[in-house]
């Protein structure tokens, strides 16, 4: 395909794209993914809910225990972009069956972990689950529903992201609480081979359509209109892992929060992250340029706002859940971005942009940890607020100018 000279999404190759692809929706699969989504988000947090508990049984620290989370994340960023090339003949419904499988036998492998090596394989197996399930999920939508419907086919599969993030900690710590650590893992599994039982019966044969390789990876990443995508991704995911990941430190000591309030204010990110899901593709189905735009500039004021005034409670929790609100809505418009700007692509701009993802979290997290060090939790904000408004100045100067119709 030849790339637009305006590096916008040009209506031409669109229309000679999307003949092949315009279907009657198959829900049922889009659904399917959704599960797979939410098993997947389910067990990437459960050890950060089970972490004492499962250091003392395993007789290590703390701090190697969470080396598990680390895992996931480092394998995820690699499994993501080279996925597509890994299985470039087979079926994409056996890929995602297969993704599926592992996800169960991680579970499996955690729940039976007898040490800390045996724990560190079963979340390297979730990470090749997670980061090619994440990377392959918008181009096997994209094959499910036509073009306009994506926005939707993506909202219905980030609701497992906003379920899991929800009820994923709070139930696995009470899991683990009663019934141990492993137990946990064990439900996570069952979750699993549930979200595999929907997925067999519900995701139509889809032949693999382009044959991806590194050099497809690089041809992908010269387009302009993809670079600035994944240049949004890095400045908003980046600002999100700096400066939420501080959010309790900065509730319990400027606005001086009790923790049942910070619970339940962080219960309403939570429910704000559900509800911004189903905003986000609202908006990105009449005009993509403001679904990605405005999710960014929210955040940036929601931050700002916690600096200026978050002294009283109520403005925190009024912001904390904004925040929530329009971080739910950042992933539907940046997949729906990414697949309309590489239509005959779609597997290799998705493995880039979880691959760009993983690579912001960890960014975020060693920035927003020196400033916070050295500088208070404030400077944390600071830098977040900052990120995710140059996110919000460069969608808005040179974000997808097409408008969904």
Known sequence: MTEPATGAIDAAVLDRTEPEERTEPAWGAVVSLALGVFGLVTAEFLPASLLTRLAQDLGVSEGAAG??????AVVGAIAA?????ITKRLDRRLVMWILSVLLIVSNLLAAFASSLTMLLLARVVLGVALGGFWS???AVALRLVPMRLMPRAMSIILTGVSVATVTAAPVGAYVGDIWGWRTAFMIAAVVGALALLVQLATLPSLPPTTVASFRTLLAVLKRPMIRIALLVVLLVASGQFAGFTYVRPFLETVPAMPIETISLVLLAYGIGGFFGNFAGAFLAERNLKMA????PLLIALSAMALLVLGASPITAAVAVTAWGFAFG???VGLQTWLVRAAPDQAESAGGLMVATFQVAIALGAIVGGLLVDHAGVATAFAYSGVATLLAALVTFAMGPRQVAE
């Open 81 to 85: 972009p080279t996925m597509a090339i």
């Open 292 to 295: 990605v735009g405005l999710a």
């Open 329 to 331: 809505a950042v992933p």
């Open 136 to 138: 392959m999920s918008a």
């Open 67 to 72: 080396q598990a989370v680390t895992a996931t």
